[in-house]
T-cell receptor, first 113, second 114 residues
Framework: KNQVEQSPQSLIILEGKNCTLQ??????????LRWYKQDTGRGPVSLTI???SENTKSNGRYTATLDADTKQSSLHITASQLSDSASYIC????????????WGAGTKLIIKP | DTGVSQDPRHKITKRGQNVTFRCDPI?????LYWYRQTLGQGPEFLTY????????KSRLLSDRFSAERPKGSFSTLEIQRTEQGDSAMYLC????????????FGPGTRLTVT
């Protein structure tokens, strides 16, 4: 079964610190890997989309990396801000299932002042 | 604000009642998706439309659920004879049918079945 697993499940850091969230997937072949940010009670918002041939993509203080050989991705957040408190969800597009998106359960990030 | 709107934002209903949700996608987007999300989980795919055609439905979508997109613009999701297990956030997303198919999500409709 195609899966996307994220770690840690939750994370608390102090404002201004950096953090890295992990995503391991078994979806193969895949078309692209996405990271979404979801504030509590809101819809997800796309942060990055990487095709299988890309290794890294940045969006401001967010940098996503992808290692297609080990089937791992990470999302690095630099100089965290209180507004970064949210769930971060890793999503993989499954080429064998008509590009259906396979969603992870997310990492809940809390930034403390 | 992504440009995708959903109505209502919150719905409380009693078990056994029918409910209908509406999604208005970004106007030039030809794809529209419905997802369900429960607390602490990622969204689960329910169904999607390309223009007015419903191209795929998840096995999660029981026969109590029906979705329409009559003119290829807005869409409705109806749940008949609601059950407590239907309590969830229902998310709508839209996209252009291009290679990355980036989806833009609405704010969701929170359904509570009592």
């Amino acid at each position: 079964k195609n899966q996307v697993e994220q770690s840690p499940q939750s994370l608390i850091i102090l404002e201004g610190k950096n953090c890295t969230l992990q995503c391991n997937y078994t979806v193969s072949p895949f078309s692209n890997l996405r990271w979404y940010k979801q504030d509590t009670g809101r819809g997800p918002v796309s942060l990055t989309i990487m095709t299988f041939s890309e290794n890294t993509k940045s969006n401001g203080r967010y940098t996503a990396t992808l290692d297609a050989d080990t089937k791992q991705s990470s999302l690095h957040i630099t100089a965290s801000q209180l507004s970064d408190s949210a769930s971060y969800i890793c999503v993989v597009s499954d080429m064998d299932s008509n590009y259906q998106l396979i969603w992870g359960a997310g990492t809940k990030l809390i930034i403390k002042p | 604000d992504t440009g995708v709107s959903q109505d209502p934002r919150h719905k409380i209903t009693k078990r056994g009642q029918n409910v209908t949700f509406r999604c208005d996608p970004i106007s030039e987007h030809n794809r529209l998706y419905w997802y369900r999300q429960t607390l602490g989980q990622g969204p689960e795919f329910l169904t999607y439309f390309q223009n007015e055609a419903q191209l795929e439905k998840s096995r999660l979508l029981s026969d109590r659920f029906s979705a329409e997109r009559p003119k290829g613009s807005f869409s409705t999701l109806e749940i008949q004879r609601t059950e407590q297990g239907d309590s969830a956030m229902y998310l709508c997303a839209s996209s252009l049918a291009v290679s990355t198919d980036e989806q833009y999500f609405g704010p969701g409709t929170r359904l509570t079945v009592t």
